[in-house]
């Protein structure tokens, strides 16, 4: 399987939207990450997402959407993603390593950006597995900390260890000496688990619905006055969280129409 790598790679070379990977760590044996340079001419706001990917065996692009895991100011670009075992482009997009080069479409789209909100006090976070990688995005943006009193990142996975990467990160960001005065103590992190034994555990759905998180983090129960969310996920989860949240009164915006939250799939595929 790795012999398709190094092929693919040289292919893209040929082609206008050709980058080149920077970096590549692997979290688990599903979860990866990798940096690449980024088009001089890309311009996006944190949050959306483009089209990457790698050519097929006939020399046809394979292309996905895949989150910007990292800020607008960044000079590289980030990407967060799942291994799909026999996934046609993850299969081999595993196998990248510094020096190879994707194919990246720079035309950047999406609805979970700032101005689809309306002003508010307190922005909620909500994602499962690789659905926070748009968050990893916007945390590292000072416009979400200028434009929020306080910021709570909920994430679920089902184990411990696909929550690493999120960890790292914001533990990362309060030192961080790009970010680290916007971040100050605006931002609370509230990761769980579901199947495997945590200090916090439980769905998100279950954790807003229940006001757990509230009391956990000693904050007051959601409003439709001060706050903001966006959230992204499995359609189900999506689906599920919408309910929670319209039971809180708040109402789903967009780019066209901004509103109290918004929502974006984090991948296409578990019905619905
Ligand atoms: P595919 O044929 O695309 O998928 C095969 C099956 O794998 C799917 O039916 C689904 O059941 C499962 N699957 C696919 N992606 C995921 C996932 N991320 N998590 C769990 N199960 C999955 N993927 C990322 O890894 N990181 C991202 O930042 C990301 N952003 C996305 C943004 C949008 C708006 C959309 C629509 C999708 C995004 N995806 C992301 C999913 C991505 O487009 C691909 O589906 C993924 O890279 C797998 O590609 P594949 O060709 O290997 O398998
Ligand atoms: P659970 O383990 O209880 O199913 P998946 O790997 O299936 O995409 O799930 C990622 C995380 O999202 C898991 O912790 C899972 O919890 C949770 N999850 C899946 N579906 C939903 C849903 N409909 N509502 C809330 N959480 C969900």
Known sequence: MDKLAPNAALAVKTLPDAQTVTSVRHWTDRLFSFRVTRPQSLR???????????????????????????????????????????????????????????????????????????PGRRLWFLA??????????????PETYEKFEQVVMMHTCRTVSEMEYGRQLVEGLRDDPLIGEFVGDKLKYYPTTTREDFHQMGRITDNLASGKVFADLGIQPMDREHDRAMVCGSLAFNHDVKAVLEGFGLREGANSEPQEYVVEKAFVGDGI
């Open 44 to 118: 996006f706001r944190s949050g959306e997402f483009v089209m990457i990917g790698l050519l097929d065996d006939r020399g046809k692009p394979l292309l996905r959407a895949y989150s910007i895991a990292s800020p607008s100011w960044d000079e590289e670009l980030e990407f967060y993603s799942i291994k799909v075992p026999d996934g046609p482009l993850t299969s081999r997009l595993q196998h990248i390593r510094p020096g190879d080069e994707i194919i990246l479409r720079p035309k950047p789209v999406g609805t979970l950006v700032l101005d689809a909100l309306l």
């Open 128 to 141: 499962t597995g690789t659905g926070i990688a748009p968050f990893a995005s916007l945390m590292r943006d």
